[in-house]
């Protein structure tokens, strides 16, 4: 018995045909449910309350119009075979097809790239800022306009085209954006189908996870530090530039007050730092424009990085929480909350589980949700791959067909209200696939999504990706049904100009079978071999390359990761040192729970900003990577500082080889190879040479040529 909304009815009159009430009112609800959707996660990445609304509209219609292809699509596709399930007037959907893709068109390529560059610019006013975004843009237009004019080229080249009219004009623009489009979306879309699966089966095994998370750590450490510095170097600037400010006009004077006003630090802390910042010895307003933006971005950095440093945190107490409620089976995340307690999160005061059932919920259920999440998202990946290689050729051995189409050559209509849910679940996986791999590419910049303070710029940025990536997935999804796709309103509308040119055409045919080349990619770790022999690999953020630190020893491993938690957990990080506050005069704070079963439990420290560039990271990480030994040990010997040159270039020359490691094939060589007894070495074994190499003995034979002392273990730098 099939769904069926409204009064059955053959689409060949629809255009006259009455409409259902039922399904209006659905898609209507459907839609109010979708904006909904996008405005909680518009709370979760900006603050609604302070965004501006010409930047909270804009960013809000490019997130809610691609998200209703979503509901669009299988609307569309049953409202061509037949009235099963929810339908629409042909004519209506064209209206709604033109009203969608002309704003997405819009936000994509003219409004939001400007007012990104708007709201990123540095100027006062409101003209100087619109003077920057047509120059930042200026480029990007004319590269697009460049383009454009190849394409032209092109149709006037063709035998039967002619450029004469707007229509012809229009197809020429729609069809390079869908080109473009669908590229980008076909590369993304064939990394997030591997990359999603793998990423939840890994996760499932939690001592893995803590793992990775904790050789992540220095990492976002590193970039961390970074940002603190260079922040605080530009509030150096800062400092100067209120030192001179007597002789410039009152509108400057207030300008430099404004940046000020934003500080972190106090005025007393940056006096070392503004004496030797470079100011030039004419401030113009120019000046004043680049130094307001580079502020911006340093504070986004900044309030980016710890965002992620503050997520890393939690996870590894979460996840070591875990691992320690095995014996006890007792497991409590968190102080119990009193029920009407306002700090605590909703789902925290309702929560009806105990330790027991909490310590069972995450410890065995999560996980194995997790593996059948990740066998399901496999399984739909694959089926994708291959509908994508199967439809120019035999489109009935398409997977996604055979579960939309589920009454071929019925007179009521070939797609119903379970094929419509079908098509909504493939085109959200594909959406998805395409919009995570965005994160793990890191060719973007500085841009990021920060919970509650992502920056304006950036968010405006992937709320263009979005609407750009959307509408050619839309499109490249209903090609999976040659018998259909024809008769559709989207094909009317977008299908036809497409297919103008032999060109495109033949690009929408057999382009997307390219998918196998990122797919291989992200399935054989290309990424990490291109990484491993030339360095260009960081281009995609794979987080679970086995090549990073195998050992787990050496600068950048997991044992350097986890000391550095446990330093963060214990109150000893290198940020708690300088009590630096928020321009809203409250200290930085990492909301980490007390763990019951943690032995770690202590108050968390305060971030702030480091004391300067005299915090040098090889000196962070060689004390992270002697923690267990001597922590709190002060400097050295004041003889060290009497050697001679060949004595301290000799201890660098040992530092190097000491801290670096050493790669598993140079390892293997080493094997079966007795170490003379005059280097000094006791070992008797390979691995134990290994050991004493890294520094378990310095002190005797070629060390001794070398000028060295028995150090422990420990690096001198």
């Not at 014996?327 to 105990?354: D, E, M």
């Not at 986890?562 to 963060?568: K, P």
């Not at 915090?615 to 990480?621: E, M, V």
């Not at 890294?694 to 034979?701: A, D, H, K, V």
Request: charged residues 20%.
């Amino acid at each position: 018995m099939a769904f069926t909304f409204g009064k059955p009815k053959m689409m060949t009159d629809l255009g006259t045909a009455s409409t259902s009430v039922t399904s209006d009112i659905s898609a209507c609800l459907l839609f109010i449910g979708i904006c909904c959707l996008v405005l909680a996660i518009l709370r979760r990445f900006l603050p609604l309350r302070t965004t501006p609304v010409y930047l909270l509209v804009p960013v809000f219609l490019a997130l809610a119009l691609p998200t209703s292809i979503v509901l669009l699509v299988p609307i569309d596709l049953a409202s061509s075979s037949g009235s099963r399930g929810l339908w629409l007037p042909k004519d209506v959907l064209i209206v709604i097809w033109r009203i969608l893709y002309w704003l997405c068109f819009a936000l994509t390529w003219v409004i939001l790239p400007l007012l990104g560059e708007y709201v990123d610019s540095g100027d006062r006013s409101p003209k100087g800022r619109i003077k920057y975004a047509l120059r930042s843009n200026a480029r990007y237009q004319l590269t697009v306009i460049g383009c454009c004019t190849i394409g032209l080229i092109y149709f006037m080249l063709q035998p039967g085209l002619r450029v004469r009219s707007f229509e012809s004009l229009k197809a020429l623009i729609m069809a390079l954006a869908y080109c473009w489009g669908l590229v980008l979306a076909i590369y993304l879309m064939g990394h997030g189908l591997v990359a999603i699966p793998r990423r939840l089966f890994r996760r499932a095994n939690i001592g893995e996870n803590l793992r990775r998370v904790q050789a992540s750590a220095p990492r976002v450490h590193d970039k961390l530090t970074d940002a603190f510095q260079d922040l605080e170097q530009v509030e150096a600037t800062i400092v100067q530039l209120r030192r001179r400010k007597s002789n410039l006009p009152a509108e400057m004077q207030d300008w430099i007050e404004e940046l000020a006003d934003t500080m972190s630090l106090p005025e007393s802390r940056l006096q070392t730092q503004a004496n030797a910042s470079e100011v030039p010895a004419v401030l113009t307003e120019s000046y004043l424009a680049n130094f307001t933006r580079t502020v911006s971005r340093a504070r986004h950095r900044k309030a980016r990085f710890i965002d992620a440093w503050d997520s890393l945190i939690k996870d590894a107490v979460r996840l070591q929480a875990i691992l320690d409620s095995t014996a006890s089976q007792q497991l409590v995340l968190g102080p119990p909350s009193p029920p009407f307690s306002r700090g605590a999160p909703l789902y925290k005061r309702l929560s009806p589980l105990t330790p027991y059932t909490r310590h069972l919920t995450y410890a065995y259920i999560v996980p194995f949700i997790q593996r059948f999440c990740g066998f399901i998202f496999s399984v739909a990946g694959a089926c994708i791959v291959w509908s994508e290689l199967v439809k120019t050729g035999n489109s009935r051995l398409s997977v996604i067909s055979l579960t939309v189409v589920h009454h071929p050559g019925s007179e009521a209509g070939e797609v119903g209200f379970a094929g419509q849910v079908m098509a909504s679940a493939w085109i959200l996986y594909m959406c998805a696939a395409a919009l995570t791999s965005i994160n793990d590419a890191k060719v973007w910049g500085n841009r990021a999504l920060v919970r509650r303070n992502t920056y304006g710029e950036s968010g405006c940025w992937y709320a263009s990706q979005i609407a750009k990536l959307t509408v050619p997935l839309a499109y490249n999804f209903l090609t999976f049904f040659p018998s259909l796709y024809g008769q559709t309103s989207y094909f009317q509308f977008l299908g036809r100009l497409i297919n103008l040119s032999p060109l495109g055409k033949q690009f929408d045919r057999f382009f997307p079978v390219f998918i196998l080349v990122p797919v291989c990619a992200t399935f054989f770790n290309l990424y990490g071999r291109v990484k491993r022999f030339s360095g260009f690999g960081e281009m995609v953020d794979d987080e679970d390359d086995e090549s990073q630190s195998v050992s787990g020893y050496g600068i950048g491993g997991w044992r350097e990761g986890r000391d550095l938690i446990d330093r963060e957990l214990s109150g000893h990080s290198t940020y708690s040192q300088s009590g630096a506050v928020n321009p809203s005069g409250n200290q930085r704070r990492i909301g980490l729970p007390s763990i019951a079963n943690n032995p770690s439990n202590r108050e968390p420290p305060s971030l702030s900003i480091p004391s300067g560039r005299s915090l040098d990271r090889a000196a962070s990480r060689a004390t992270s990577l002697t923690s267990g030994t001597s922590r709190e040990e002060p400097a050295r010997d004041a003889a060290d500082e009497d050697d001679g040159f060949m004595s301290e270039f000799a201890h660098r020359v040992r530092n190097t080889f000491d801290v670096t490691d050493r790669p598993r094939w140079m390892r293997k060589l080493s094997e079966g190879v007795k170490i003379p007894k005059w280097t000094g070495s006791t070992a008797d074994s390979p691995d134990e040479s290994e050991s004493a190499g890294q520094g378990g003995n310095s002190g005797g034979g070629l060390s001794r040529w070398l000028g060295g002392r028995p150090s422990e273990g420990r690096v001198r730098l």
